[in-house]
């Protein structure tokens, strides 16, 4: 089945600093989502981003497809970005149960 | 608008038994999706259903079922339950597809 990695899997910030998460995955891949679960474990879907770049205020991200990557960029980081990112990537029409896999997550932590 | 609801918010069973999780969707959100959480094996897709159709499945024993109604309220059941069913069960509910999920508070389970 696929394999996804996640990097780093810890960052520590301080406030304001940028970042960047990267994840790699190890087939082609129909989809690509990005999420972030805050420190009392609230799941937010941030992107759904199976090519190309989107933005979304601080956080922009970006998928490259052909080369098996996506990356998530936060910039001017606040404590409120604190939390563990995850990276999930699907395959349509699988016949295999391998049909949606979570990387490990990204834990950050933004220091004041 | 309400978001997502998951009851009950906590539950503690024994092995052996069996255990029905409920999730309601946001109004007017036909899909809802089931991830199950646990320290070891990080975030898992259980399954997804729309309009009382299950439309996607994770790789779980059929021990692991799911349901949904007509309103879109979903359940899931996990019977003769395992030390290792100990974990985070949360929904998600998006419009048709998973672009965009809004994600319940979970359901911590613990099995003793």
């Known amino acids: 089945g696929i394999q996804v990695e996640q990097s780093p899997p810890d960052l520590i910030l301080q406030e304001g600093a940028n970042s960047t998460l990267r994840c790699n995955f190890s087939d082609s891949v129909n989809n690509l989502q990005w999420f972030h679960q805050n420190p009392w474990g609230q799941l937010i879907n941030l992107f759904y981003?199976?090519?190309g770049t989107k933005q979304n205020g601080r956080l922009s991200a970006t998928t490259v497809a052909t080369e098996r990557y996506s990356l998530l960029y936060i910039s001017s980081s606040q404590t409120t970005d604190s939390g563990v990112y995850f990276c999930a990537v699907e395959r349509f029409g699988e016949t295999s149960y391998d049909k949606v896999i979570f990387g490990p997550g990204t834990s950050l932590s933004v220091i004041p | 608008k309400a978001g997502v609801t998951q009851t009950p918010r906590y539950l503690i069973k024994t092995r052996g038994q069996q255990v029905t999780l409920s999730c309601s969707p946001i109004?007017?959100?036909?899909?809802v999706s089931w991830y199950q959480q646990t320290p070891g094996q990080g975030l898992q897709f259980l399954f997804e259903y729309f309009s009382e159709t299950q439309r996607n499945k994770g790789n779980f024993p059929g021990r692991f079922s799911g349901r949904q109604f007509s309103n879109s309220r979903s359940e899931m059941n996990v019977s003769t339950l395992e030390l290792g069913d100990s974990a985070l069960y949360l929904c998600a509910s998006s419009f048709q597809g998973r672009e965009t999920q809004y994600f319940g508070p979970g359901t911590r389970l613990l099995v003793l």
């Open positions: 981003i199976p090519s």
């Open positions: 109004s007017g959100h036909r899909s």
